[in-house]
């Protein structure tokens, strides 16, 4: 999980800079001494944004050893030392370098120097929308064919199952097959694919189950049942399992809040389950891992009780319906699932 925001200057008058809006933005400053290859090798798989103040060149030639992809990299922006331009340089959109530079320019009276050709234009941006919407993208790659049609005057279909209010954006409309997928299941498809994070996955486990035996289950679990595990928001499982290093530990690794209920509250959940009077006998109740995931939802059980090696899954959904908002905010995107 990255945390936070991290700035550097190169001279004394943008050192000044630097520390100014490292006291509005929350940030830190690179220490001085430290050699900014250094700082950026730290600095950029760690933070959200990093914040160069001085010449763009330079920025460029520290990151660039760096740079992976738009779905990760972190927002990137140049300040010049006179306060007069904020320029996003990286990961514009999904990673909010563009949203940074406008609150950037907001505190020193300068101007965000933006380029993404749909900001210019005022044209839907798909990897916005996706980023306010609470979705994962799953082939960023994609991304471009979505803006390029729009950009040249022509419509986008996106393909939605949940509710969306009319209308829909200029040059957008809902249909299928779409230029957009939006769907949990993974799929063959041309079309760039995003996953709703409505998941809530319930677990299951014997005692001592290692963080290994869970992944390799869940990896399996995943691909037989065509889930995109960016659509899992959250986890839950019995409190008995509240010690469970190995559960914790697997929890952590995809950084799911880990919610915990007692027999009695999953005995109280109505519906048809999985039963298995061994684990009645075992801790109190007939099934955890389905009757875990419907109450974390609050929602609809899609996958049933999924056992291998001593470890069971289920999925339920909750309900959702999401919205046309796409224009980006104030602050720099954080990639975290929205917390329920």
């Given at each position: 999980m990255r945390e936070g925001v991290a700035l550097t200057a190169f001279t004394e008058r943008g050192r000044a800079l630097a520390e100014r809006l490292a006291d509005a933005l929350g940030g830190s400053?690179?220490?001085?001494?430290q050699p900014l290859a250094d700082w950026t090798a730290e600095r950029f798989p760690t933070c959200e944004a990093l914040i160069f103040v001085g010449?763009?060149?330079?920025?460029?030639?520290?990151i660039a050893p760096h740079i992976g992809s738009k779905a990760s990299d972190p927002a990137v922006v140049c300040v010049d030392e006179t306060r007069r331009w904020a320029i996003p340089i990286l990961s514009g959109h999904l990673g909010g370098a563009n949203a940074l530079a406008h609150r950037i320019a907001?505190?020193?009276?300068?101007?965000?120097?933006?380029?993404?050709a749909t900001d210019l234009n005022g044209l839907f941006a798909v990897d916005l929308w996706a980023k306010r919407q609470g979705m994962a993208v799953i082939n960023p790659e994609r991304i471009?064919?979505?803006?390029?049609?729009?950009?040249?005057g022509e419509t986008a279909v996106i393909d939605c199952p949940y509710p969306l209010p009319c209308p829909a954006p200029e040059l957008v409309q809902r249909g299928v097959p779409g230029?957009?997928?939006?769907?949990y299941r993974a799929a063959?498809?041309?079309a760039l694919q995003l996953a709703p994070r409505v998941l809530a996955l319930g677990i299951g486990c014997k005692r001592g189950t290692g963080v290994q035996t869970l992944e390799a289950v869940f990896s399996r679990f995943c691909t037989e049942r065509r889930i995109l595990p960016e659509a899992i928001e959250q986890a839950a499982s019995i409190d008995v399992k509240r010690d469970e290093a190995g559960l914790l530990a697997f929890c952590a690794n995809h950084d799911w809040p880990l919610a915990f209920y007692s027999a009695e509250e999953l005995r109280d959940i109505p519906g048809d389950y999985t039963a298995s009077r061994f684990v009645e006998n075992a801790v109190g109740v007939d099934n955890v891992c389905e009757r875990a995931a419907v109450l974390c939802a609050n929602?609809?059980?899609?996958?049933?009780?999924?056992?291998?090696d001593g470890v069971?899954?289920?999925?339920?959904?909750r309900r959702a319906a999401f919205d046309w908002s796409w224009q980006d905010g104030e602050t720099v995107c954080n990639r975290d699932r929205p917390r329920r």
């Open positions: 400053l690179r220490p001085e001494g010449a763009v060149g330079i920025a460029v030639r520290s907001a505190l020193t009276g300068g101007e965000a120097v933006v380029t993404t471009k064919q979505v803006s390029a049609k729009i950009l040249r230029d957009v997928l939006v769907s063959e498809t041309s929602g609809k059980l899609i996958e049933k009780k999924y056992a291998r069971t899954f289920a999925l339920a959904e």
